[in-house]
C-alpha cells in the first residue's frame, strides 16, 4: 500500500495560524516567492524589489480562506499606490449606483454620514458628496487620497483600524454606514476591524463591502485573484463566522457582477436587523459546492497549472511563428500569471496601460515594459493578452478597430482561449 502522504507530509510551512480565530490553516495552492502585484519599478530599481511566499490555505476551524504569508501593509499601501479605481467606465458606474442605492436606503436620516473605507481616488464617495451627504473616506494611499481631495471629497490619509474609528466617532460622531470595496479583504487585523465599526456604527448603522467571492474564483478559475494584497477570499459562511465573533451578524448577501464576480455583504449588529433569505441559501449553495473543504480547493491547483502551461505553450508557438503579441492591462492579478508562469519580455514583449503611474515602468518580477495604450495601434500587434479579463466589454469596446484590422485578442481564463 502507498504511504499516507498527504497527513504525514505536512511540513511546518505548509500550515499557519488563522489570523481570525487561531486555527489551522492548511494549504491548498503555492504559487512560490512572488513580487508584490502593484509594485511598478523602474529599471534601475528592478533590483531592490521586494518578494514574499504566495501560499493559500483553508483555515480546518472557521473555514476562512486566507495567505500563508502576510505582507506588512506600508509596503503596499504608501503615497505611490498605482490604482485608481476611476480607471474604468464600468466601475464608475458601478459606484455611481451603489452610491445612489445608499443614498435611497441608508442615508435617509436628517444628517446622516456615511465612512468609506479605501476609498481610493473618491470614485464612490465624490456622488455621496455630490448628494450634500455628510462623508469620510479613509485611505492610507497618499497618492489616490490627494486625487479625491481635489474633486472635494473628505479623506483621512491613514489606515481604518479601530484606533482611527476612535478618532473619527470622536471628531464627527457616530455613521449610518461604513463601506468599502475591494478593501476588506486586504486587511488581515479584522478584528480591529470589526471593533472599530462597532465603536463608530450608530445603533442600527450597517457595515457593508463587496470583495472577490471564492464561489466565483473557483467556478471560472480565475486564480490570479490570489495575489499580496487579496489576503482574504471570503465565502457567506466565513464572513458570518468573523462578524459573529465579534457581535455582528450577516444579514444579506448579494453577488455582483464586477471584477470577475463577487458578494456585497451586509453585516448589522446581532438582533438589530432581520436577516435576508439570501443568506442561508447562499451558504446553504457553498456547502454543496464543498467550498469549505481542502480536497474542493485542492483541486483548483490541477487548473492553474493547466492554464499558465497552456498559456506559455500559445505564446511559444506564436513565437516560432514570428506573430507579435502584447499583453493589456497591467492588472495587480497579473504579476501572479506572469511570475508563476514563468512569462518574461521574451514571450511577451511589452503590456499596455492606461494608467500613468504604471506606464514606463516595469512589470513586477517579469520586468516586462508598460506602455501607454495609447500607443496600442502604432502598430498593433497580431495577438493581444488580456490580462484585464474582468473589463473585457468595456476594453473590446475601446480598442474595437484592434479586432476590426484582425488582431486576435488572449484570454486565459476559465482556460486559454484566442477569441
Ligand atoms: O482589489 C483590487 C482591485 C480593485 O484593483 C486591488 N487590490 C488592485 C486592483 O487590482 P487590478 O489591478 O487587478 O484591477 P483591475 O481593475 O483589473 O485593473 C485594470 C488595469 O487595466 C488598470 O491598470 C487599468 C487598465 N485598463 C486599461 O488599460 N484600459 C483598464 C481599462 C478599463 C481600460 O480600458
Ligand atoms: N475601493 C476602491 C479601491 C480598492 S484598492 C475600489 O474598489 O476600486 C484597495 C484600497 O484599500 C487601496 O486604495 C488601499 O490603499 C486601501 N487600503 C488598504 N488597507 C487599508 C486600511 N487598513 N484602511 C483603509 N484603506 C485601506
Ligand atoms: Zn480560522
Not at 171 to 179: C, K, L, S, T
Not at 238 to 265: N, T
Not at 309 to 330: K, N
Amino acid at each position: 500500500m502507498e504511504p499516507d502522504v498527504s497527513k504525514s507530509d505536512v511540513s511546518k510551512s505548509d500550515v499557519s495560524k488563522c489570523r481570525v480565530c487561531a486555527g489551522e490553516v492548511r494549504k491548498f495552492f503555492d504559487f512560490g516567492t512572488q513580487p508584490l502585484s502593484d509594485a511598478f519599478l523602474t529599471e534601475r530599481e528592478a533590483d531592490q524589489a521586494f518578494h514574499f511566499r504566495l501560499a493559500v490555505g483553508l483555515c480546518t476551524a472557521c473555514t476562512m480562506v486566507q495567505l500563508l504569508e502576510e505582507v506588512p501593509r506600508e509596503r503596499m499601501f504608501h503615497h505611490d499606490y498605482p490604482y485608481h479605481s476611476s480607471g474604468s467606465r464600468h466601475m464608475r458606474e458601478h459606484f455611481a449606483q451603489t452610491a445612489r442605492e445608499l443614498l435611497a436606503t441608508e442615508l435617509t436620516g436628517p444628517d446622516p454620514f456615511c465612512v468609506e473605507i479605501g476609498s481610493n481616488d473618491g470614485v464612490m464617495l465624490g456622488v455621496i458628496k455630490d448628494a450634500g451627504v455628510r462623508h469620510l473616506g479613509v485611505e492610507p494611499s497618499g497618492g489616490v487620497a490627494e486625487l479625491a481631495r481635489k474633486d472635494g471629497v473628505r479623506v483621512r490619509t491613514d489606515f481604518f483600524e479601530e484606533s482611527t474609528a476612535r478618532l473619527i466617532a470622536a471628531e464627527d460622531g457616530p455613521a449610518d454606514v461604513v463601506y468599502a470595496a475591494n478593501t476588506i479583504c486586504h486587511i488581515p487585523y479584522l478584528d480591529s476591524i470589526l471593533r472599530g465599526v462597532d465603536i463608530l456604527l450608530r445603533p442600527g448603522g450597517v457595515f457593508v463591502f463587496e470583495d472577490p467571492y471564492l464561489g466565483d474564483i473557483a467556478e471560472r478559475n480565475t486564480f490570479d485573484q490570489i495575489y499580496d494584497e487579496h489576503f482574504y477570499l471570503f465565502t457567506a459562511r466565513s464572513v458570518r463566522g468573523v462578524a459573529r465573533r465579534f457581535g455582528f451578524e450577516l444579514v444579506d448577501v448579494r453577488r455582483l457582477p464586477v471584477h470577475g464576480g463577487e458578494v456585497r455583504y451586509t453585516l448589522a449588529r446581532q438582533g438589530e436587523r432581520e436577516v435576508s433569505p439570501a443568506v442561508p441559501a447562499l451558504i446553504e449553495e457553498e456547502a454543496g459546492r464543498g467550498l469549505a473543504e481542502l480536497e474542493t480547493l485542492e483541486k483548483l491547483g490541477q487548473g492553474i497549472d493547466r492554464i499558465c502551461a497552456d498559456l506559455v505553450a500559445l505564446l511559444e508557438d506564436l513565437r516560432r511563428q514570428g506573430r507579435s503579441v502584447a499583453g493589456y492591462g497591467a492588472t495587480a492579478k497579473s504579476a501572479t500569471v506572469t511570475n508563476y508562469a514563468g512569462i518574461g519580455p521574451e514571450l511577451l514583449p511589452c503590456v499596455y496601460d492606461t494608467t500613468p503611474a504604471k506606464i514606463g515602468r516595469l512589470m513586477p518580477g517579469s520586468g516586462i515594459p508598460i506602455r501607454a495604450a495609447g500607443e496600442f495601434s502604432r502598430p498593433y500587434p497580431d495577438y493581444a493578452v488580456l490580462f484585464a479579463w474582468n473589463h473585457t466589454d468595456e476594453i473590446l469596446a475601446r480598442e474595437a478597430e484592434f479586432a476590426a484590422q484582425g488582431g486576435k485578442w488572449i484570454v486565459y481564463v476559465p482556460e486559454v482561449r484566442v477569441l
